[in-house]
Structures are given as C-alpha cells and as structure tokens.
C-alpha cells in the first residue's frame, strides 16, 4: 500500500486528539510536515510523531513549496485562504468545517480545486458515522414520514484538557489570534450582509456546532431545502422550520456555554415506524451512536423497542480511509466541496428567514 505524505496545518485540538493519531496509525498515511504559528507546539507535536524540525514551517505556503507533501489536513481556524493556496500547488485537500464563512468562499475554492484537478473534501464526520449509515438505510424504506427533528444543543468543552493531554504553545501574541478573530468575523458578515449584524453570533453557530447535523439532513432527505421559518433567541439559539421536498423538520441548535453539555439527537416520525439516533460527544473516542427503533411487534399492535449499537468504529478514522481511497483511486468524496456548498447555501437561507 503506498504511503501518501500528508501536511498538516493547525496543530491544535482537533489535530492533536483525532487526525493525527489516526493519521500516523494508519498505512495508508504518513504525517511528513507540520504548520502552526507557534514553533513551540510544533515541536512538541513534532517529537510526538517523528516529524523533523526542518520540515515543521510557521509559513504554510513554504509547506506547500515541499514537493514531497502530497495533501494536507487543513485544522486551522481560517480555511479560505489555505485551500486556495494548497489547490494552486496542486495538492489534494482534507479541510475541517466550516467549509468557508459564505457561499461565495465555498463556490471560490471548489472552482480552483476542480481547476488544479485535486480532491477536496471536508471533514464532516458524522456522514461516515455507522450509526448514521445503517438510520438513513432504514429511513429510506420508512412510509408517510410525518415529522423530522434535529437537536444539537452543545455546551462548554472546559474538560477535553482533563480527559486528553493537549499540547499548547504559549509564544504568540494574544494580539495575532485577536485579530484573526475580527477578520473571520468580517468575512461571516460578508457572507450574510451588514445589516443582519445582530445575527453573527447565530451563523457562526449554525456553521460550526449545526453544521454536522444540516449535512446530515442533507444526506437523509436531499439538497432541495426550503427554509420556512427561523428564530433566533439570545443570540445563540436557533430554530427553523426546513422542508425537503414533502418531509418537513425542525432543526433547534444552541451553546449552552455554562454546562459541560453535549445533546444531539436525530429523530424521525413516520405511520408505521418511529427513528432516533443518538450522537455521543464527539471527542469520546470509539464511542457507538445508538439508534432507537420504536415500532409494532411482528403482525401485532405491540409496541416494539430496538436499541441498535452498530459499531465501534470511529468516524474520524472512517473518514480517512475515504479520503486516502478517492486519491488512489480518483473519486469524488462523499462530502466533497461540492456537497458541501449546499450547507452554506442553506445556512443563508436559515439567516435570512430569521428577518421576514
């Protein structure tokens, strides 16, 4: 099995709990370069994963000058500006979500990865998620379908440094990360206008925390959504009503940043059968999603109630064995780029019933 040289950019928590370890476990992948503003993270992350100080940048484009850098995993906060630099040097692309902070950033960067004949796909794990799998196989035979409900409320993650040992740098200026925050946020407004200013704190949400779950929703019913009706409440709470095709659903998110919270669920109403997946905190390794299955007994009335566990497979990993496949073997990934513009497209949409 050939090995293909990743990069990675963004050394922090999401490389450091999930991609990495399953990147350099993996035969498929061997983690060759590092990226990050702070030298100090790299190094320790270097020395973890046997990645040498010459081939550890603070600049991404000299990683990308490395021509034995076949693709990177982009983990840093801002992912506009990498992907179109990393699609130009003609190298395959693993981008975490948010796919862009507006359409026209997702539109851009699919153009210039088709343009440079390169994969790109975006980490929305929950797609690979066998639980999820083996639901949107049973919804699929499922009649009549009522009513659909998605609920993600997330809440403070104070506690992954108690559960995993993060490496931090502490020489950056405060200033540098500060700034990029009001740059990011400037490019959120770009993507929604000015004047639904008021409602950033609630696109920021819907891009980050609800975004695995609308890809979800798009995945089940399709790409044909109308938003109906959204409500925003202390800024970061959001419900909608969404229509696909003759399903229609309640989508409810928020952050409930003073608990250490994760509640997500995925339910679907149907004549005959009734559906819910539970999703466990994401960071939870290994961790199975249950799905519920509440429905008559055999040729009876008798409620029936299944609890199915499908698998203790991480999502995460799952993830990275498809990337690695569509490379070798030239596809189109499940959640490409391309997919993905349809979560931006409905994340506007959601913003804009909020103002009729």
Not at 138 to 149: A, D, F, G, Q, T
Request: glycine share 6%.
């Amino acid at each position: 099995m050939r090995r293909i040289k990743i990069g990675i950019l963004g050394c922090g928590q999401i490389a450091q709990i999930m991609h990495l370890p399953y990147l350099s476990a993996s035969d498929e992948f061997c983690v060759y370069a590092l990226c990050d503003v702070s030298a100090e993270l790299m190094r320790y992350v270097g020395e973890e994963y046997g990645v040498p100080e010459e081939r550890q940048y603070t600049d991404f484009n000299k990683m990308l000058e490395n021509t034995d850098v076949e693709a990177v995993f982009i983990c840093s906060k801002e992912h506009f500006t990498p992907v179109i630099a990393a699609a130009k040097a003609r190298k395959h692309i693993f981008v975490e979500k948010p796919f862009g902070f507006s359409l026209a950033q997702a539109e851009e960067m699919v153009r210039v990865a088709d343009e440079n004949h390169v994969k790109l796909m975006v980490g929305y794990m929950k797609v690979y998620d066998t639980g999820f799998e083996f639901a949107r196989k049973k919804v699929k035979e499922m009649k009549n379908i009522s009513l659909v409900r998605v609920h993600d409320f997330g809440g403070s993650f104070s506690y992954t440094r108690d559960v995993f040992d993060i490496k931090k740098g502490c020489d950056v200026d405060p200033a540098f990360f500060s700034k990029g925050k009001d740059e990011n946020n400037q490019m959120m407004l770009d993507g929604i206008g000015e004047e639904n200013k008021d409602l950033l704190p609630a696109y920021s949400l819907l891009l980050g925390v609800s975004s695995h779950d609308s890809v979800l929703l798009r995945h089940m019913f399709g790409n044909d959504a109308e938003v109906l009706f959204t409500s925003v409440h202390n800024g970061s709470f959001v419900s909608s009503i969404i229509r696909f095709g003759d399903v229609e659903c309640i989508f409810e998110s928020g952050l409930v940043m003073k608990r250490a919270i994760w509640d997500e669920n995925f339910s679907v109403y149907s004549d005959d059968v009734n559906l819910r997946i539970d999703f466990p905190w994401p960071y939870l390794k290994n961790a199975p999603s249950t799905v519920h299955v509440s429905e008559n007994y055999k040729d009876s009335t008798m409620p029936s109630e299944t609890v199915i566990s499908t698998s203790f497979s991480e999502s995460y990993r799952n993830e990275i064995h498809h990337f690695y496949d569509c490379i070798i073997c030239d596809k189109e990934p499940v959640t490409s780029g391309r997919d993905a513009i349809n979560d931006l497209r409905l994340m506007r949409d959601i913003i804009a019933a909020a103002r009729r």
